[in-house]
């Protein structure tokens, strides 16, 4: 069973900070490209921020500059550190992993960017 697990959400003022997480087995984690999508109403979800298991990245354009992705290897996390804010940030924020061409997704975390 594929279990991914995030935390870290929250509201936060524009131009603040915030800091996601995602936990899995380890297992998953070390043979996994990992990363981070998010969703908001009506439309679809789009990719963030993806880290291989040798740390390479790709950040999405309106997120290059302002966000970090990080793997924890003792801890079998992901982190996506999220600088500058802004109000069209806010979305619900989802874990991906791809096994064997089947797309596993966290239950999300919102993050809220408004003053």
């Known amino acids: 069973q594929v279990q991914l697990v995030e935390s870290g959400g929250g509201l936060v003022q524009p131009g603040g900070s915030l800091r996601l997480s995602c936990a899995t087995s380890?297992?998953?984690?070390?043979?996994?490209?990992m990363a981070w999508y998010r969703q908001v109403p009506g439309k679809q979800r789009e990719l963030v921020a993806r880290i291989t298991n040798s740390s390479s990245t790709f950040y999405t354009d309106s997120m290059k500059g302002r966000s970090t992705i990080s793997r924890d290897n003792a801890r079998n996390m992901v982190h996506l550190q999220m600088n500058s804010l802004k109000s069209e940030d806010t979305a619900v924020y989802y874990c991906?992993?791809?096994?064997?061409?089947?797309?596993?997704w966290g239950r999300g975390t919102q993050v809220t960017v408004s003053s």
């Open positions: 380890r297992s998953i984690f070390r043979s996994s490209v």
């Open positions: 991906h992993v791809r096994l064997s061409s089947t797309d596993y």
